[in-house]
């Protein structure tokens, strides 16, 4: 079931529920940072899409303005886009997403960001591609998961990522998906053992503070 659940009541609430100040305050000394932005295609995020995520217009809002501040942090901003053709992809989901399909595109509102873009084809964003590569060589100690869809491939990536040795940070206002439910699902999971939860203004406020 989609709905348009994104609010900031919502917010507020998931944030109180799952945010652990003793991991936040670990994971803060880890400031060599990088943005992931999971899957921000046209796909998900504009109405006439059948993969539309209803609460699209309230994340696009709040991320435009969180990737313009940490662009001017310096911070490097990775971008995954997504696409299969075959595959258990195509089994479970019965269909594909083709890379040549125009809604396949990154959203035009994120296009000044994304001079990095990462091609995936499963919800692992780490999977056969160089992402991992590309971390080390910049030094990056500290991830923080944004985009689409929380459940599926923010999940996967922030938990592959932990496995990986990386610090995860999972905004609990980064990421969307089809309903509460399943967003609210992967924070209590991810809040126990794979990453720290806080607000995108205070991952801002850690970063700028140098």
């Known amino acids: 079931m989609k709905e348009e659940y994104f609010t900031e009541d919502f917010i507020l609430k998931v944030r109180e529920k799952y945010f652990r100040p003793r991991k936040w305050e670990k994971v ?30 309230a994340l696009i809002f709040r991320l435009e303005e969180f990737y313009g501040k940490i662009n001017a942090l310096g ?22 997403m083709h890379r040549e399909d125009p809604l396949n595109e990154i959203l035009d509102n994120f296009k000044p960001f994304a001079k990095i873009i990462i091609e995936k084809n499963t919800y692992n964003a780490f999977y056969r591609t160089k992402l991992e590569e590309l971390l080390r ?14 459940h599926l491939c923010c999940e996967t990536t922030a938990r592959e990522a932990f496995v990986r040795g990386f610090n995860v940070v999972f905004p609990v206002d980064g990421t969307i998906t089809q309903n509460r439910f399943f967003h609210e699902a992967t924070l209590r999971n991810l809040s126990h053992g794979f990453a720290v939860t806080p607000l995108l203004e205070e991952v801002l406020e850690w970063l700028s503070l140098g």
């Not at 911070?75 to 594909?96: A, D, L, N, Q, Y």
């Not at 060589?137 to 929380?150: A, D, F």
């Open 28 to 57: 803060k000394s880890f400031k060599k940072a990088a943005v992931l932005a999971i899957d921000l295609q046209k796909y998900f995020l504009v109405p006439k899409s059948p993969a539309y995520l209803p609460s699209s217009q």
């Open 75 to 96: 911070i490097p901003i990775i971008f995954t886009r997504h696409s299969h053709k075959e595959g258990i992809m195509v089994w479970w989901w019965g269909s594909g």
């Open 137 to 150: 060589k910049l030094g990056i100690e500290t991830v923080i998961v944004t985009g689409v869809m929380t």
